[in-house]
């Protein structure tokens, strides 16, 4: 019999992810005490604006309503019912209003006709996107398909991909860098890809992938405790409520609420997390309702953010590097960012100043800042220079040396070997010509192929690593 040459493919692969590289940055705060004091020194606080707890909203699948809940929030005339609003506000602590915000947890592309989610009439569009981040609110990665059908299998994802091509979506059509996941339908097996692509967190109504799960004991408490979070990576469960007009269903969260603020103190801090598609027009008023409960409960102690922006506030606090010095009446504080993560956007701290009554109070390096007397000081600071940064090696993909074999010998053996990386998702053996053939083990490394016949095939072997590139 003639000979029949097997050939394979080589594919050299690049991927990118999100980086957790260090961006060069200090802030210089000069605090003039009204005496010069015998010592002084500066603390972090617990929370920002050393708030008690806090309420995190999470709106899903991006509705146009959004921009309603944003004049409520902010203050403003809400297209919902044409009323201007005047806002739900908390303080700084230092006599500063600060508005309620939340995340938008949005997906990319439609899985039944591939179309770009953000030019549909009914979705927020990117100018609207791009509007409420402006105003404080963040944006959360529902993944660039929502479900696991449609597109979703015929553009060949898997769940890595899924999350790093609608980080990359959001971040391209936003500036936006996402940090939290949320994930669609209740799916499982998503959550280790996000913790290996740096996100700070995922979160759910129900699905933990075997991770501890914030809060702890959520079908018994519901509240969330600040000091039980890992510094690393979290799963949040979340309640979640769509129907606004139901009394019996409020009045439940309202409680809860309720319970946040009255578990909470100056040294125990709860977190209470709620997930919606928003309201619709019936239940406008029961949306409004459940808002100034949170409000009305507060007495100004609960801190009303996104998830990342609680997040990356603890984040900073971790991994800032501070110094202070005291000469006479001045306590200088060097803020040095350099070990904080490039990905982060919230930069803002929360200073508390020991040392005597502060008369006033310099910063250098921040977009603005706030005190008090008592030696409460605000530092905001978002970072400008936030992108997803390419990892610097690439990934060498061999589908193995080509073959040749005589029949009556019908089967070969490939060994794939992939270098640059030890963090790979899968594998996809495909015969891209030739007769016909079986691959054994398509989904493995290496693979007998079996039942050849007499000519000439070329097998591929696809990698697709943790980070979602193939």
Partial sequence: MKS????????????????????????????????????????????????????????DDQPVNVMSILAYFQGGVAPEDGISYPGKYFTDGCGVKRPFAAGIAMTAHSNYNDNDLTTASHLLSVDQLKKLVKAGFGLQNHG????????????KFNEAKNIAEGTNFIFEKTGFLPRIWTTPSNHTGYNTYVEEQGYLAATS????????????????DHLADLSQFSPSFNVFLRDFNDDWNNTAKTDELKLRVT?????????????????THSYNANNWNGFKSFIDHIESVSNNTIWVASLQEVLEFLEVKRNVIKTESLSQNVL??????????????FRDMTLKVDGGKVSSVEVTGADSFSFNADGLINIYKKNANVSPVPKANKL?????????????????LFKGTVTGTDSIASYQWT??????????????????????????????????????AT
């Fill in 4 to 59: 029949n040459p097997l050939k394979t493919v080589s594919v050299l692969l690049c991927f990118c992810s999100v980086s957790v590289l260090a961006v060069a940055q200090n802030i210089s705060v000069k605090v003039n005490f009204n005496n010069a004091p015998d010592s002084a020194s500066t603390r972090f606080t617990d929370l920002k604006y050393n708030k008690e707890s806090v309420f995190s909203l999470d709106i």
């Fill in 144 to 155: 660039f398909y929502h479900e696991k059908d449609g597109y979703y299998i015929t553009n």
């Fill in 205 to 220: 109504q129900g699905v933990t992938d075997g991770y501890t799960s914030q809060p702890v004991n959520m079908w018994t």
């Fill in 259 to 275: 319970g946040l603020k009255n578990k909470s103190s100056a040294t125990a801090h709860k977190v209470y997390r709620i997930g």
């Fill in 332 to 345: 200088t504080i060097n803020l040095d960012l350099s070990n904080v993560s490039a990905s982060n956007y």
């Fill in 396 to 412: 060498i993909v061999n589908a193995g040396t080509d073959v040749i074999t005589t029949l009556p010998v019908d089967t070969v």
């Fill in 431 to 468: 015969k891209v010509s030739g007769g016909a053939a079986t691959i054994t083990s398509p989904s493995s490394a290496s693979t007998t192929i079996t039942g050849l016949v007499q000519g000439s095939y070329v097998f591929r072997l696809t990698v697709t690593d943790n980070g979602g």
